[in-house]
Structures are given as C-alpha cells and as structure tokens.
C-alpha cells in the first residue's frame, strides 16, 4: 500500500467542501497546491475520506475483535480517536477477551442489529418515492440548483466542472451537459474545478454560471456557450442577474466585485473596497447592490460611483450572505457571528440585531409577500438557515422569531419560499429536505434523499421543489395533489 501527500491533501480538500466550508477549503487548496495535482476530482467519489476512515476503523475493530483463537467476539464500538491510540487499542484486547464469542448465524445472541431509523414524521407528510424524480449524471456533489423562470428547466453546477440543464418538461428527462473549459496550449480542455453559482435570467432564456476557475460563463438553454466572462482573479463565489436582465454581478476571492455587461461578456466596473474575499452579492436597484466579505464588512454599491453609497459594519465574523428584501428597503445579513442583522440605509447602525441562533447562518431569505410583491395582503417574513440544525422565520417589523422549525438534525445550508409565500422548503445535511407551512410553522411534507442537501429551490408555478446533494444526485419533488 502506498500513497502520496498530495492524494492526502486532495482527500481533505473534498472533506472541507462536502462539509460546507467552502472558504476553509479554498485557502487549503492554494496552500496545498491542489490545482497543480494530477488527481483528476471528478473519478473521486463524494465522502470519500469519511468512507476510507470508516474502512480503516473497522479493520482496526475486526483486530480488537479477533482473538489469538482466531474466533471473533463481541465488542464494543470503538471511536475515531480511541483507534489511533496505541495505547488503547492494546488494553481493548486485553479487556475484549473476555467478552463471549459471536454467534454463528442461526444461534441465538442477546446483541440486536440496530433497526433502519425511520424518518420522524406525522403520518401522511413523508413525500412517497413515486412523486420523487431521481437525476444522476454528476460525477461529483451538486453544490446549486435553479429553476428557469418560464419553463420546468432546473440548472444544476457540480464539483465535477460542469452545469446541468434538465428538461423537466418531458416524460423522460433530458438534459444538456455544460462542460466548463478553459484553453491549455491551445486546446480545450475541462477546467476540473467546481460550478458552485448559476442564475437565470429574467425572459428564462440565458443562465449565468460562476465557477473556481475564475470564469463567469453565458449559456442558452439548450447548452451552447454565449459568453466567456474573465477578470476574476481567482474562484467565483456568487453571482446575480439583475431584473432587467442586462447586467450581472459577480463576487470573488480577489476580493472585487465586477457589473458585466450580459450583451457584449466585458465588465462595466470592477469594485475593490472589500479587503477580503467577497462572498455574496445582491442587487438592491438595476444599477446598485450590495456585497458581503470575510473581512466582516458590507459596502452597497452603485455603478459610476468610485467609492461605496454605504458601508455597515457590526458583525464580528464573516458576513456569509446578504439579501435585499422585494422592495429594497431592508438589507438582511448573516455570519459566522451567529447574529443576523436587519439594515437600512437611512440608519449607520443595524435597525435589528436578531440572535438566537446556536451556531453559525449559513443562508437567508426574504419571503416574496408584503407591499409591492404578488402576494400583497400577507406578510414580509424573513427565513435563516443554521449550523444549529434549525431554521427561523422572523417578522423584521417587529424584530421577533415567530417560529423555530427544529426537524432537521444536521447543518441547515438552504431555505426556499414558495412563489406564494405560503411554504418554506429546507435542505439539510441530515439528507432531508422538510417543506414547512409559513403561517402555522408546522411540517407538512418530507422527502429523505441520498446526500447531504446543499440546496432548495421551487419551480415558478410553485408546484415542484429541486434538490441538490453531496452525492452527486439532483432530485425533484412533485407536491401536485
């Protein structure tokens, strides 16, 4: 047996991202030199360091577990920690062979196989097979989803380099492969790094990709590649189309946000008032947003201004993302702080400081409800999804948490609201995406995938709900009656 430091390194790499530390995992990659490696990610499958760890702590259990003998007997589970240590292995064996013997099948035994844990839910809500449509293809995980406005078209980006574009429309779905390229000697050849942003545009007829080989790209909907975007520096954390669909927006770890033109792929401006790696970006106007880094800062933005219209600080850790509420007036912020913070820009300071997170926000949304939305008469709600395993809904007028939805028991990366605000889907870690009522915070359907989810999103008809997940799958749910 034998390996190298680099087979190592790429191994961690994938741990970091599949984990959901995604910057952690980046300053590691560029320490490590992972991109002058010759591993090839997309042969490498998704959990692949958790799964030879497992295999070597059961090698190390079956050595415990045999005695001098050879007859196998009945241990106790050994940690992680406990199996590295010599010193503990070796009194294991000591005390283990003492234990009785493994029964031989037929022979009865008092040790019980632990039963299959079934998902805790009402009866009625788990969401059956049938209504599930499963789509393989990703040799890699699914960082992101989108549903294309106007039609059942659902995007995908993966590890793996490429993005996806599956035509829900048909009986039998088809899909049309985006291989991300960049030119080596002249040739093409596929970037071999992770499609981790994708957005529509507004007519549903060109999609946006951000990938980590620091090129936005333009596609049509049926694949074919419209426009290169490159002046990024380095990986693409996320990027925007504005409504009107002319321009779109890009974050980077160069620490610059870019305005591009979408007709002709050439930037318009690039911003460089973050000191640190940009993370997320939102439109707040058609020509001003607004942008988020790990140097805890958010600056709004306006194209022709050198300088930014605003800044807000408050947060003491990485501000993870930024969201305008649908009529501009609110500015949403969450971090590695464990706050999230409400801001205006008539006020210097926060005009809410929410906390009641345990642990980290990952992602907010607003609802699309409230004054100036489709679904005028219901109220403007504010969704955060946490490492703490749970998500929150907040009234921002009042500042208060109306509902705690506490299923989940991993890591909570994505939130989605429905088209008509009434429900609110969450992909978690624990491979389950839950669909919650807004109104009453009850759960009122549940799917358990395959993978860890990293991300939720609905159809604009409001009646299919697409997943993405760290096993390389994407799926559909279908909540038609």
């Not at 960082?143 to 995007?155: G, R, S, T, Y």
């Not at 870690?429 to 999103?457: A, M, N, P, R």
């Amino acid at each position: 047996m034998s390996f190298s430091s680099d087979e190592v390194n790429f191994l961690v790499y994938r741990y970091l991202q599949e984990s959901g530390f995604v910057h952690s995992a980046f300053v590691f990659g560029a320490e490590s030199l992972i991109a002058q490696s010759n591993i090839n990610g997309a042969l490498v499958p998704p959990c692949a360091l958790t799964s030879i760890i497992q295999k070597g702590l059961m090698y190390v259990e079956a050595e415990i577990s045999t005695g001098e003998d050879g007859i196998e007997r009945l241990i106790d589970t050994l940690s992680l920690i406990d199996a590295v240590m010599p010193d503990v292995v070796t009194s294991r064996k000591q005390v283990e062979s003492g234990k009785p013997t493994v029964k031989a099948e037929g022979e009865e035994t008092q040790s019980e196989a632990a039963p299959v844990e079934p998902m805790e839910i009402e009866n009625g809500v788990e969401i059956p097979y049938e209504k599930a449509r499963v789509l393989k293809g990703h040799d890699s995980e699914v960082f992101i989803c989108a549903w294309n406005p106007k039609q059942d078209l659902l995007a995908s980006g993966s590890g793996d380099s490429t993005a996806r574009i599956w035509n829900m429309t048909q009986a039998d779905p088809h899909v049309e492969v985006l291989k991300h390229c960049i030119k080596m000697e002249g040739k093409e050849v596929p970037s071999n790094k992770d499609v981790t942003s994708l957005d529509w545009n507004c007519h549903g007829n060109l999609l946006a990709t951000g990938s980590y080989d620091g090129f936005a790209r333009i596609w049509t909907t049926e694949g074919k590649l419209e426009r290169t975007l490159g002046q990024h520096k380095g990986p693409i954390f996320a990027l925007k189309w504005n409504k009107n669909g002319k321009y779109i927006l890009s974050a980077g770890v160069d620490r610059t946000t870019i305005i591009w033109d979408a007709s002709t792929g050439k930037c318009k401006q690039q911003f460089a008032f973050h000191s640190a790696p940009a993370l997320d970006v939102d439109w707040k106007s058609e020509e001003s947003f607004a942008s988020c880094s790990t140097d805890m800062q958010i600056h709004v933005c306006q194209l022709g201004q050198n300088k930014p219209i605003k800044s807000f600080q408050g947060h003491s850790n990485e501000v993870n993302a930024i969201k305008w509420d649908p009529q501009g007036k609110f500015l949403a912020s969450c971090s590695d702080d464990m706050s999230l913070k409400i801001w205006t820009m008539e006020e210097d300071t926060c005009v809410h400081d929410l906390q009641a997170h345990q642990k980290e926000i990952y992602t907010i949304k607003w609802s699309p409800t409230g004054p100036g939305t489709n679904n005028p008469n219901f109220p403007l709600v504010l969704a955060s999804a946490s490492f703490d395993s749970t998500v929150r809904l907040w009234d921002v007028e009042k500042g208060t948490c109306t509902h705690t939805l506490t299923r989940h028991k991993e890591p909570v990366y994505s939130v989605a609201f429905s088209p008509d605000g009434k429900f609110l889907a969450s992909g978690s870690f624990d491979k389950c995406v839950h669909i919650w009522s807004t109104q009453s915070g009850q759960l009122v359907h549940s799917y358990l995938g395959t993978g860890g989810i990293f991300e939720v999103c609905w159809n604009s008809r409001g009646d299919k709900v697409g997943a993405s997940a760290s096993d390389g799958t994407v799926f559909v749910l279908d909540l038609r009656k």
